[in-house]
């Protein structure tokens, strides 16, 4: 069983950097690929990002390509989202979730997802 703790999320204004954590419990992490979702009001929860269990391989969305960075350490179990030049529209609740096993980490799909975060909000005044 794992079980993951977002931190990190406050309002912070346009232009603007935060940088979340992940925190992660049980031996799996370290061999378990990693993603970040977010979720807006009255949206679908969209992918982010992920990364790989080494840390060597990262994917990110377009829309935040350019502008979030993922990373973990794998000796503290936290896999971090920092997230430069924010937008309004990047307002939402972020949460990290486990690569399933067997499942691909590029892959957008909550289905492919699993162990999921209680999520922490970020928002982004214009």
């Known amino acids: 069983q794992v079980q993951l703790v977002e931190s990190g999320g406050r309002l912070v204004q346009a232009g603007g950097s935060l940088k979340l954590s992940c925190a992660a419990s049980g031996r799996t992490f370290s061999s378990a690929d990693m993603g970040w979702f977010r979720q807006a009001p009255g949206k679908e929860r969209e992918f982010v990002g992920s990364?790989?269990?080494?840390?060597?391989?990262?994917t990110y969305a377009d829309s935040v390509k350019g502008r979030f960075t993922i990373s973990r350490d794998n000796a503290k179990n936290t896999v971090y989202l920092q997230m430069n030049s924010l937008k309004p529209e990047d307002t939402a609740r972020y949460y990290c979730?486990?690569?399933?096993?067997?499942?691909?980490?590029?892959?957008?799909?909550?289905?492919?997802?699993?162990?999921w975060g209680q999520g922490t909000q970020v928002t982004v005044s214009s």
């Open positions: 990364i790989s269990k080494s840390g060597g391989w990262t």
């Open positions: 979730a486990l690569v399933s096993a067997g499942r691909s980490m590029y892959s957008s799909d909550t289905k492919d997802y699993s162990y």
